[in-house]
């Protein structure tokens, strides 16, 4: 095995589609890098460049994509000119019902400031750990809690759909690791306050890929003998009312290498809405070196690979991500845009 | 979700070991980072430094560890060294029985040189396309199989335990996709040859977990209705003897970051063996951008959280792989080595 002949050209027809019992045909990818993705980059981008990155990421095909949040801009100064730049994007949601474009909101505040402009889509958050609702917004989680629950209902007053995030569901940077059942009794309640979607964040990157079947068999309720997860399988002596598994996404960031194999244990359980940010933009500010979120490219190859349909251009989402990483002056951590790009790692 | 908050140190008690039904409880690691890392790096290292390095891994759990490579010196200068390096290894594979240091051997010249040392393990190989036996050893694929079955033939007679290793499994650079039959018939005849164990590589990294568990099905002649893969599963419509589960590894590299989702489809297969490269050495020469091999850490970050026995100590490898990314003067590109050690990427 020596080192003679190189190509240039990454292998034509690769992934070779093959198919995979019990996974499902097609995956919503909930693309996070304007937001989950460039709050976590040091440098902040000019407001023309965010929107041209939308712009290039629908081009690609992708459908939902996260705009930007409405946080107060002192704590996350990167995003602090998401009233300049909904109307930019105003185009994108009007072209076509199918896509969305949402938005985080903290508090009542950032959702007045959102509706105004007109949003349809927010997201609302908590946090399954009390050392992190402290840290994150200085609340208790029952504060939070009832902060999101307030945020939650005015939206949906207001005829938007609600997404929930839930934060550190399979360790805590205090806390460390983090009981199933404790997860589950919180992701029903954030549930409850009428999210369309949960997303089970795995903010330290630290989950693997059982404790991932665990946490989902315990909020979809399977494990009971009647599903595919069987008798005894792990979270299935967690009581609560279930959630139906099409309501559940799942949000890994890349920290230990995790987020794919994580992915691969959730489509199992039936999920088919995961969370990615395009080149893996952003980093984990609760572990120093982390890597961010799961590159949306490395998603993309895999489900290529296992014949699941997402209708993302996999050439046109590499290049997005190789202009961007330009405009912030690194190379993209993903895997697949270095390869497909011929990026040194 | 602000920055609010760091925490320097890796949490503890992460990650939660939670089992997962249907894989096995223990992964023999088949340590390659001395061999198909190191061959892989620019920089060749001093001697003494590669003995440190496979002494380092022993002391860090590991008990199969590729020491090196027996080819002619000019084509992998980097392991020109392995008649100097093997004495000073003599006291690991002395001390320990269950010590493995298996060597390559391209041909009866190499296995001559490696049997004079007292190597009892040795790798032959082969590839499962025409384009990269010819580009790797410049000859025909049935030429190259024949010279593999006369080193494998001649290594058993000498008492040595052969491994069997076959390139290009997924795709190939020049000729793409590889049908799995083509690659399950030479499998078969590699295997034929009287290796006691038989890896199969995705030598560029293209690989994904339908295709993984198409090929293992394939070749363990699963699929049949009688295995939990059920009727009609990939690849069971591949005539052929079957091959013992227990007898095949899979060696994956990280090129578009699939190594670990694959190992996890592979371990669903019943797979236990694992090639990995401690660290994440080694690049790939055929994808001028790729990264190497799966890293050793990541895939024992999995293992440790789905409670799967290694015999590995993740920091003690992790603090090796630190050294020598320092020797190598380049970070390791093991997200979990970097997480660990508060690396940037």
């Known amino acids: 095995?020596?080192?003679?002949?190189?190509?240039?050209?990454?292998?034509?027809?690769?992934?070779?589609?093959?198919?995979?019992?019990?996974?499902?045909?097609?995956?919503?990818?909930?693309?996070?890098?304007?937001?989950?993705?460039?709050?976590n980059e040091k440098a902040t981008l000019p407001t023309k460049v965010k929107a041209e990155f939308v712009h290039r990421l629908a081009g690609a095909g992708l459908t939902t994509i996260e705009a930007t949040s409405f946080v107060h801009p002192s704590w996350v100064p990167q995003l602090a000119d998401a009233e300049e730049l909904m109307p930019l994007l105003g185009d994108l949601a009007g072209a076509d019902p199918e896509v969305r474009l949402p938005v985080?909101?903290?508090?009542e505040?950032?959702?007045?400031?959102?509706?105004?402009?007109?949003?349809?889509?927010?997201?609302?958050?908590?946090?399954?750990?009390e050392a992190f609702a402290r840290a994150n917004v200085n609340r208790t989680l029952e504060e939070a809690l009832a902060k999101s629950a307030a945020v939650a209902d005015r939206a949906r007053q207001a005829g938007a759909r609600v997404r929930g995030y839930l934060s550190m569901c399979f360790g805590d940077p205090w806390e460390g690791p983090v009981p199933v059942a404790q997860v589950a009794a919180i992701a029903r309640r954030l549930y409850a306050m009428g999210c369309s979607e949960l997303s089970l964040g795995d903010t330290i990157g630290v989950a693997t890929p059982g404790h991932v079947t665990a946490l989902l068999d315990a909020l979809t309720g399977t494990g009971d003998g009647t599903t595919a997860a069987g008798a005894g399988a792990p979270g299935a002596d967690i009581p609560g009312a279930a959630i139906p598994v099409e309501h559940l996404a799942v949000h890994f960031h890349d920290t230990y290498g995790q987020a794919?194999?994580?992915?691969?244990?959730?489509l199992r359980c039936g999920v088919t809405v995961v969370d990615a940010s395009a080149g893996g933009l952003g980093g984990c500010p609760y572990a120093r070196s982390?890597?961010?979120?799961?590159?949306?490219?490395?998603?993309?190859?895999?489900l290529n690979g296992l014949g699941i349909r997402t209708g993302v251009d996999l050439d046109r989402l590499s290049a997005t991500s190789v202009w961007m990483a330009e405009k912030l002056g690194r190379p993209s951590p993903s895997r697949t845009v270095r390869a497909l790009t011929h990026q040194e790692q």
């Open 260 to 266: 794919l194999a994580n992915t691969l244990a959730a």
């Open 1 to 39: 095995m020596t080192d003679a002949g190189t190509s240039s050209a990454p292998p034509a027809g690769l992934p070779m589609a093959v198919p995979q019992e019990g996974l499902p045909a097609q995956v919503r990818i909930h693309e996070v890098g304007p937001r989950d993705g460039l709050q």
């Open 109 to 129: 505040r950032g959702l007045d400031r959102a509706l105004e402009l007109g949003v349809r889509d927010v997201a609302v958050f908590a946090s399954a750990t």
């Open 290 to 302: 982390a890597t961010g979120n799961l590159a949306t490219e490395d998603l993309v190859w895999m």
């Open 104 to 107: 985080l909101v903290p508090n």
